[in-house]
């Protein structure tokens, strides 16, 4: 019943900006945990960043920090990831994923998922 959907995807030169969205359905959201990740080929999926539902709590990796923006829009049940300044580094597909706990401390804690996004940042 849970399903989540991800927009905005699409390719950009280096130091341009995208606005992804993740429209959730079925799960609440305001009490939850819920977080974008990428994965690049040949990479490993990494968790871009992760917000509580509260937001009170935000998270993101290293490589991201100052360039992109996490946050919530309760009333239409939808999550954004505001990115600018972007890399090549930060070409890959984008998934939007909600949690089955509010603690969240793992990757594992993330059981729905959206289809991705794909981002592809050129030099």
């Known amino acids: 019943q849970v399903e989540l959907a991800e927009s905005g995807g699409g390719s950009v030169q280096t130091g341009g900006s995208l606005r992804l969205s993740c429209v959730i359905e079925?799960?609440?959201?305001?009490?939850?945990?819920v977080a974008w990740f990428r994965q690049a080929p040949e990479k490993e999926r990494e968790r871009v960043a992760r917000v509580k539902s509260d937001g009170a709590s935000l998270a993101y990796i290293d490589s991201v920090k100052g360039r992109f923006t996490i946050s919530l829009d309760h009333a239409k049940n939808t999550m954004y990831l505001d990115m600018v300044n972007l890399k090549p580094r930060d070409t890959g597909v984008y998934y939007c994923?909600?949690?089955?706990?509010?603690?969240?401390?793992?990757?594992?804690?993330?059981?729905?998922w959206g289809q991705g996004t794909q981002v592809t940042v050129s030099s």
């Open positions: 079925g799960y609440a959201l305001s009490t939850g945990c």
């Open positions: 994923a909600a949690a089955n706990t509010i603690f969240c401390y793992t990757d594992a804690d993330y059981v729905y």
